[in-house]
């Protein structure tokens, strides 16, 4: 796939399709995995408000899978911040390469013989 440069809303920052896909991609793990939690916590609530004891046994798995699942959230978070830390730390590495080339040029034409 090529590397295509996108700008975003004005305010000239500018990301590869890469990024912007591993974001995506990032996004909607998070959300299926935040989806889960709320089912996973509506179960847990109706099982500690029930009577029944198997019940309130089952809630231990479903706290031990709710746990792992907000560690995945984080460890997604981590990867896109990482991922974003990355695109921007590139974009001003090449941004200030070429503003020392555009100086570098502007100091050639500066200098004049007497």
């Known amino acids: 796939m090529e590397d295509v440069v996108f700008s975003c809303t004005g ?7 890469k990024v912007v896909q591993t974001l995506q991609k990032n996004f909607v793990q998070v959300q299926n995995i935040l989806d889960q939690n709320r089912l996973l916590i509506n ?3 109706q099982n500690h408000e029930s009577t ?3 019940n309130l ?3 231990v798995g ?3 899978e709710l746990n ?5 959230v984080v460890d997604l978070y981590a990867d896109l911040s ?6 921007m730390e590139a974009f001003s ?5 070429n503003a020392n080339q555009s100086d570098q040029r502007d100091g050639q034409k500066r200098i004049r013989s007497s």
């Not at 305010?11 to 399709?17: A, F, K, P, T």
């Not at 792992?68 to 995945?72: A, T």
């Not at 590495?93 to 390469?97: D, F, I, R, V």
Request: proline share 3%; glycine share 6%; no cysteine.
């Open 68 to 72: 792992n699942n907000i560690r995945r």
């Open 43 to 45: 179960e847990i609530n």
């Open 11 to 17: 305010n000239g920052i500018q990301v590869d399709r």
């Open 52 to 54: 029944i004891p198997d």
């Open 57 to 59: 046994t089952r809630n």
């Open 93 to 97: 590495e090449g941004e200030s390469n």
């Open 62 to 64: 479903l706290i031990r």
């Open 82 to 87: 990482s991922s974003v830390t990355t695109s």
